[in-house]
């Protein structure tokens, strides 16, 4: 039963435009996170908010920036798409660092 | 360097037959080990984890890893397959279980055919 879900499940753009995932999660966990999910299926964290505080934010470009109005929801921004951010964005959650749970992911496809 | 490495990037097996997955990591410190796995169009979920204790950790679904310390290994198992198991099936090795330092390896992509 899916419990972390995110809008949209896929979009195409083009380079220089801007996009925004959603994330809400219903199982009031207090950590949610981006993962980053390449075309090798190699998984990647970028961002993690707990209680409304960025607490992991790994080396990606600032064009990609995390936002949460609580710790249910957290949305990913990314300002000016470019080829290489073509992946999957899943986005998860956790409770006191247990078991992540996943959204089902958004496709992005820049053109 | 800290790693995770699955070498079988797809593992095809019959319906019924037993199955290994293959797992082996590169940590320095006490590893927090994970099987997670992702079926087609759904989010990636937690199948069994290890942190300490019997070696032999079960699953969901008749799932169980073992953790072979002089090996580096945390193979996936299970005796006998159903076609609805294919899926990926991703490893992954943190620091006492932080999810945020979580590495993974880059899935087994599992075939059962019926």
């Known amino acids: 039963e899916t419990a972390v879900f995110q809008t949209p499940n896929y979009h195409v753009t083009q380079v220089g435009n801007e996009v925004s995932f959603n994330c809400k999660q219903t199982l009031g966990h207090d950590t949610m996170y981006w993962y980053k999910q390449d075309s090798k299926k190699l998984l990647k964290i970028m961002f993690s908010?707990?209680?409304?505080?960025?607490?992991v934010n790994e080396t990606v470009p600032r064009r990609f920036s995390p936002q949460s109005s609580d710790k249910a929801h957290l949305n990913l921004r990314i300002k000016s798409v470019e080829p290489e951010d073509s992946a999957v964005y899943l986005c998860a959650s956790s409770f006191r660092g247990n078991t992540l749970y996943f959204g089902e992911g958004s496709r992005l496809i820049v053109v | 360097a800290q790693s995770v490495t699955q070498p079988d990037a797809r593992v095809t097996v019959s319906e019924g037959a037993s199955l290994q997955l293959r797992c082996k990591y590169s940590?320095?410190?006490?590893?927090?080990l994970f099987w997670y796995v992702q079926y087609p169009r759904q989010g990636l979920q937690l199948l069994l984890k290890?942190?300490?204790?019997d070696p032999v950790v079960q699953g969901v679904n008749g799932f169980e890893a073992e953790f072979i310390k002089s090996n580096s290994s945390f193979h996936l198992r299970k005796a006998s397959v159903h076609w609805s198991d294919s899926a990926v099936y991703f490893c992954?090795?943190?620091?006492?279980?932080?999810?945020?330092?979580?590495?993974w390896g880059l899935g087994t992509s599992l075939v059962v055919n019926p």
């Open positions: 940590y320095s410190g006490t590893p927090y």
């Open positions: 290890y942190y300490s204790g």
């Open positions: 992954a090795v943190s620091a006492g279980g932080d999810n945020s330092k979580l590495i």
């Open positions: 908010y707990n209680n409304k505080q960025l607490i």
